[in-house]
């Protein structure tokens, strides 16, 4: 198989070290490859990505700090504020991950932006009209039962299949969706059709990679997220009292607090998005890899 170049990290230039890609790994050895390649370059990742790092940190905590501190539903104009920074966070985080992508395929980050943001609209799209029509029919279901305990089970019934659903769905969306990122010839059609049944044929293979980096992923976040997450809660619990008639227990200053944390939080996560998106290029890689030996064999076969 031939190996594919990388570029480089420094300047954009292609160099004469490779990455294989089109090699066959377990889900271990894509995570550990994954983590191994962002280790070895952190110097070189670190210089080109901080100051986009920094933006969406920056972003995110304002988004955060404004989220925690107006938590009136009867303010119209806290409701726009908290729509616009949870905007301007979904931007930032897509320009973010294009310029990781930019070290996969050579496009620069504003190419890799308008394809994420385009698999992005197209899949949440489809899986908020799944979530509504399963919603509705299990709401309508239930009513005809005449029975009042039949819409609170009707309710749940219709949550656990969207998850479900969601698990079947995006796990496969692993490899189609960077195959729509790595090759130019792929079309969003294919994101959600050929692409998406070969990646269904490695089910197993890409669910169990995901699931052990989700635990990795997890518990790192649920450390450096955690002093962000009590804030969080105390607040939420402070509102919840007020909306009841108690008086509020929070501090009225808090939002530059809780914009530090989560600033400080999601720059440290920053990075441990490069390596979910190089776990995913080698799940790729494995997933190509695997197809072309089958191919190969069944031809020589006839």
Same mark, same amino acid.
């Given at each position: 198989?031939?190996?594919? $170049?990388?570029?480089?990290?420094?300047?954009?230039?292609?160099?004469?070290?490779?990455?294989?890609?089109? #090699?066959?790994?377990?889900?271990?050895?894509?995570?550990?490859?994954?983590? &191994?390649?962002?280790?070895?370059?952190? $110097?070189?990742?670190?210089?080109?990505?901080?100051?986009?790092?920094?933006?969406?940190?920056?972003?995110? %905590?304002?988004?955060?700090? +404004?989220?925690?501190?107006?938590?009136?539903?009867?303010? !119209?104009?806290?409701?726009?504020?908290?729509?616009?920074?949870?905007?301007?966070?979904?931007?930032?985080?897509?320009?973010?991950?294009? #310029?990781?992508?930019?070290?996969?395929?050579?496009?620069?980050?504003? *190419?890799?932006? $308008?394809?994420?943001?385009?698999?992005?609209? +197209? =899949? *949440?799209?489809?899986?908020?009209?799944?979530?509504?029509?399963?919603?509705?029919?299990?709401?309508?279901?239930?009513?005809?039962?005449?029975? /009042?305990?039949?819409?609170?089970?009707?309710?749940? %019934?219709?949550?656990?299949?969207?998850?479900?659903?969601?698990?079947?769905?995006?796990? /496969?969306?692993? *490899?189609?969706?960077?195959?729509?990122?790595?090759?130019?010839?792929?079309?969003?059609?294919?994101?959600?059709?050929?692409?998406?049944?070969?990646?269904?044929?490695?089910?197993?293979?890409?669910?169990?990679?995901?699931?052990?980096?989700?635990?990795?992923?997890?518990?790192?976040?649920?450390?450096?997220?955690? !002093?962000?997450?009590?804030?969080?809660?105390? =607040?939420?619990?402070?509102? &919840?009292?007020?909306?009841?008639?108690? !008086?509020?227990?929070? !501090?009225?200053?808090?939002?530059? /607090?809780?914009?530090?944390?989560?600033?400080?939080?999601?720059? +440290?996560?920053?990075?441990?998005?490069?390596?979910?998106?190089?776990? *995913?290029?080698?799940?790729?890689?494995?997933?190509?890899?695997?197809?072309?030996?089958?191919?190969?064999?069944?031809?020589?076969?006839?």
């Amino acid at each position: 198989m031939e190996e594919k $170049k990388i570029y480089d990290m420094t300047d954009g230039t292609v160099e004469s070290r490779y990455v294989q890609e089109l #090699k066959d790994r377990s889900y271990v050895n894509c995570l550990t490859t994954a983590y &191994h390649n962002v280790v070895d370059n952190f $110097k070189s990742l670190f210089d080109q990505v901080w100051k986009l790092a920094l933006v969406y940190a920056v972003i995110f %905590g304002i988004t955060m700090a +404004v989220r925690y501190t107006t938590l009136s539903v009867d303010k !119209p104009f806290d409701m726009l504020l908290n729509l616009l920074t949870s905007a301007a966070t979904v931007v930032a985080g897509i320009v973010y991950v294009g #310029k990781i992508f930019e070290f996969l395929n050579g496009h620069d980050f504003k *190419y890799n932006s $308008k394809k994420i943001l385009t698999i992005g609209v +197209v =899949c *949440y799209a489809i899986a908020i009209a799944f979530f509504m029509a399963v919603m509705i029919g299990a709401i309508f279901l239930a009513l005809g039962t005449r029975n /009042p305990m039949a819409i609170y089970v009707a309710i749940w %019934g219709a949550v656990l299949v969207w998850v479900v659903f969601l698990i079947v769905w995006c796990t /496969p969306l692993c *490899y189609s969706g960077t195959k729509f990122m790595m090759d130019d010839n792929a079309h969003l059609i294919h994101v959600l059709g050929k692409d998406w049944k070969k990646g269904f044929k490695h089910f197993g293979f890409i669910f169990a990679t995901l699931f052990l980096e989700s635990i990795v992923i997890g518990v790192i976040n649920l450390l450096i997220f955690s !002093p962000l997450i009590v804030i969080a809660v105390a =607040c939420l619990e402070s509102y &919840h009292g007020a909306n009841m008639g108690d !008086p509020m227990t929070m !501090p009225s200053s808090l939002f530059l /607090p809780i914009c530090l944390l989560a600033i400080i939080s999601m720059f +440290v996560n920053c990075f441990l998005i490069i390596w979910q998106a190089f776990t *995913y290029y080698y799940i790729y890689g494995t997933i190509e890899t695997r197809d072309y030996e089958t191919n190969e064999a069944e031809s020589l076969v006839h």
